[in-house]
């Protein structure tokens, strides 16, 4: 991020240092042992000279995320997601004929097990492409990775936008297309003095910047803006500060385990029940079913995906999802996941070929596919999603309660500065809202 040294970013979002590194461990995610290589259903030996030159042994698919750690609260259901997804391919007859067989190694909320792993599995000829990263700390130290290696990757994640990269392709929605829909409502129903509250590392900063700008496009005040470590459980001083600034909105952008204490001390100092509490990221962890109904209930969010959509997609998504994971929620996360593999699956078959150009070029042309979320277009210039957004509330049976949805936003996400049609030789990210 634009003024923070890589190594702090490391630190801000995971509490250690480079230093702290952990090895890898062999975990197993729905039954099926990974770590190591993950042999799909059909089994057998990778073809000769690599995935991607044919043959008719399986071909690796890469995947780096949180299983364990701090952080799992929201890895827990993207191990969940890329699970599901390697078995619907597979049992579809998997891709060109080729079975999938997933490498997942558990980053275990680690920023050097994320580049020891990026490292090797760039290392591995026959993974073909791979989906990972949860923070965006996590992402930029990666990223670099599969850039110098020239090797294909997916970010399966909300973010706070502005990755430019000709290898990169983004999923998960971006403060730019949650804020437009989101920041009006909130002005409308509770007021326009808004105070900001944000994980300390790139993710909040930046999208602080979002908040300022949308919060301005409606003649708005940011009457308070506060960043706050990942480590940070006790919010007394905060609360204060928000006490005296008396704004009409709490907008969240925080993030992991240690930050549910904001909302439950928000509570209890009997602020609910006077400023309104929005966000842009709260149920990527399932924070709705950890929160008490006394705290969590009213709280607004806005995102592409929430299960309880009742549209033919989700509703067909779900079904299909509980017979796999029985009762485990479907949160966004699931969707940007959902997205990342059937993008990339899609692109393939339309390719006839896994080898990364003709992908890209598949990926590029206007693609588009149904998810949980609906039917939805990759835009080929900035390598991001056409999102639906949907706004929604808590509820008291720690659910959303959907507000209003809106079709998916055809302007895309607004890099204006952002062409890997003309310029394909970007790989880079823009920090500054646009």
Known sequence: MKGIPDDQQSSQATGITRRGFLGRAVVVAGGLTVGGPLLAACGGDAAPGGAAGGGSGPVKVG??????GPLSLYGEPMVKAQTFMIEEINAKGGLLGRQLELRYIDSKS???NYVAGARELVGDKDVVVTHGGITSASREAIRPVFDQAEK????NQLYEGGVCDKWVFCTGVVPQQQMKQLIPYIAEVAGKR???MAADYNYGQISAQWVRKFVGDIGGEVVGEEFIPLDQSNFNSSLARIQAAKPDVVLSLLVG???LGFYN???QAGLKDQIALAS???GLGNEQQVLSPEVGEGLIVAMPYFQELETPASKAFAQAWQKRWPGAYINDEVNSVVLGYRFWAAAVEKAGTFDRDPVIAALESGLTIDAPEGEVLMD???????HAVSLAKINRNKGFDIIKSFPPDTSGPVFDRCDLIKNPDMHTQITEAT
């Open 63 to 68: 995947s780096l995320l949180d299983g364990t």
């Open 152 to 155: 294909l990757y997916f970010y």
């Open 280 to 282: 842009t990221v709260v």
């Open 380 to 386: 080929p210039v900035t390598h991001h999603v056409h």
């Open 265 to 267: 001390q928000f509570a």
């Open 257 to 259: 385990g240690a930050h």
């Open 194 to 196: 808004v105070y900001t």
């Open 110 to 112: 680690q920023i050097p």
